[in-house]
T-cell receptor, first 114, second 116 residues
Framework: GENVEQHPSTLSVQEGDSAVIKCTYS??????FPWYKQELGKGPQLIID?????GEKKDQRIAVTLNKTAKHFSLHITETQPEDSAVYFC?????????????FGSGTRLSIRP | DTGVSQDPRHKITKRGQNVTFRCDPI?????LYWYRQTLGQGPEFLTY????????KSRLLSDRFSAERPKGSFSTLEIQRTEQGDSAMYLC??????????????FGPGTRLTVL
């Protein structure tokens, strides 16, 4: 089945700098890659997603890139702000599931230093 | 609509007791998912409903777990004879659409279960 690996597990950046989180997946048939942000005591919040027919997608300060050949995808946050501090999860949706279930990475705890 | 809601938000129980959680999805979302999240890990898929039909179950869902979505709206997840290993955050998500392309899933705030 699908396996998603995420790096780094923790990341600390200076406010205003950029943050990059990288993920790899194992199932070449996966075709949907969402990113979630989870704050303490809350459920995961969808922040951006990308589908396999697109190589890059941007939404304000957030961008995702997808390399299907290498089976990896990345989240880029520019001009980081204190409210960006949270745990970020990458995920992949394998085609072999009729449920379109999501397989999550283990998360990256992002801290923004003032 | 304010999104997916879950009740209760926290539940503390003693080992061996039964617990039931409720999830109300976003209105008109035909798909409803249950996930479990342990500390420091990403959510893990448990089961999924399309309308009232339960179509997929993970092997993580032992026979002590049962989920229902009787009218295709809200869902309940029951754990019988709870064990300490059941302590986790139980998350519900909902989505609208068909299998391809996969629809976006929106999560609720979760129910944190502590089994003493």
């Amino acid at each position: 089945g699908e396996n998603v690996e995420q790096h780094p597990s923790t990341l600390s950046v200076q406010e205003g700098d950029s943050a990059v989180i990288k993920c790899t997946y194992s199932d070449s048939a996966s075709n949907y890659f969402p990113w979630y942000k989870q704050e303490l005591g809350k459920g995961p919040q969808l922040i951006i997603d990308i589908r396999s027919n697109v190589g890059e997608k941007k939404d304000q300060r957030i961008a995702v890139t997808l390399n299907k050949t290498a089976k990896h995808f990345s989240l880029h946050i520019t001009e980081t702000q204190p409210e960006d501090s949270a745990v970020y999860f990458c995920a992949a949706s394998p085609l072999d599931s009729s449920a379109s279930k999501i397989i999550f990475g283990s998360g990256t705890r992002l801290s923004i230093r003032p | 609509d304010t999104g997916v809601s879950q009740d209760p938000r926290h539940k503390i129980t003693k080992r061996g007791q039964n617990v039931t959680f409720r999830c109300d999805p976003i209105s008109e979302h035909n798909r409803l998912y249950w996930y479990r999240q342990t500390l420091g890990q990403g959510p893990e898929f448990l089961t999924y409903f399309q309308n009232e039909a339960q179509l997929e179950k993970s092997r993580l869902l032992s026979d002590r777990f049962s989920a229902e979505r009787p009218k295709g709206s809200f869902s309940t997840l029951e754990i019988q004879r709870t064990e300490q290993g059941d302590s986790a955050m139980y998350l519900c998500a909902s989505s609208l659409g068909v299998s391809f392309p996969p629809p976006a899933q929106y999560f609720g705030p979760g129910t944190r279960l502590t089994v003493l």
